[in-house]
């Protein structure tokens, strides 16, 4: 993709006009030095990523939280550095999604959200992603039983969605346990595996676009009055995928400056 000049990269207004329209985009991380001078600016220091970043996206998955929980002052520090209107989601850790495999976790699931519950209280998270191994095939009685976890069903309890990655699991009987406990289905896109377009949550919905490469113009026009559409009632949270070049976050980019442009002309 053609290094884009850092000129043409938008302020914090065309971020924060997207989240108010309730979407939420961003890529899978952003310490990427390899991300100069196309997207972080020549210079910018990688303790300022975050600050930048989040001025011209809306939105972070954090994959940091697969291997390890942040500490309270990692997410005191993530919040200082960030935009009111930005907003973290966070990869469940693999002992939940791996280890376990969604089996006997009401403690693992309550120290998670308990350990994200500084974001929550400050407005700023997103969803916390439950994303299983491709091996494991679906299993009805164990989804349902991780979904009755008191943490997932307490008042304030965080917005929450599975990625899906056997196609076993794209069934009406999933979706609908999904959709009793107002768990979204990920819409993932990779280049082994297409998630049905399915929306079993009210509140929310969650895409990861990890096809390799960047998507043409054409697509991102798509992607803008697709999921514009959709966040007329719902948050909508959107996930490039993060590689060694800034082809998923100028992707980013450019899918919220079209948003905050229709947004204009409403």
Request: aromatic content about 12%.
């Amino acid at each position: 993709m053609p290094r884009t000049p850092q000129a043409a990269l938008p302020s914090s207004e065309t971020a924060a006009t997207a989240a108010s329209a309730r979407i939420f985009a961003g890529t899978s991380g952003w310490a990427y030095p390899t991300w100069k001078p196309a997207f972080y600016p020549e210079g910018t220091p990688a303790k300022r990523f975050l600050d930048f970043y989040s001025t011209q996206l809306s939105s972070v998955e954090v994959n940091y939280t697969f291997r390890a929980l942040p500490t309270a002052a990692m997410l005191e520090g993530w919040l200082a550095a960030t935009t009111d209107f930005f907003r973290f989601s966070f990869k469940a850790p693999q002992r939940i999604t791996h280890i376990k495999r969604l089996a006997n976790c009401e403690s693992d699931v309550a120290f998670l959200v308990s350990t994200l519950e500084p974001v929550r209280q400050a407005g700023n998270l997103g969803i916390i992603l439950f994303q299983l191994p491709p091996n494991m095939k679906a299993d009805a009685a164990r989804l349902s039983a991780f979904l009755a976890a008191p943490a997932l069903n307490d008042p304030g309890a965080p917005p929450i969605a599975f990625e899906f990655r056997h196609e076993s699991w794209f069934t009406d009987e999933i979706y609908s346990i999904l959709r009793a406990h107002s768990a979204a289905l990920c819409i993932a896109e990779s280049d082994d595996l297409a998630t049905p377009e399915v929306h079993t949550a009210t509140t929310h919905t969650s895409f990861r676009l990890r096809r390799t490469g960047a998507y043409s113009p054409a697509e991102i026009k798509e992607f803008v009055a697709r999921f514009t559409a959709l966040a007329s009632d719902r948050d909508v949270y959107i996930y490039f995928k993060h590689e060694d070049e800034p082809s998923g976050a100028l992707n980013a980019v450019s899918f919220l400056a079209g948003v905050a442009a229709e947004a204009g002309h409403r």
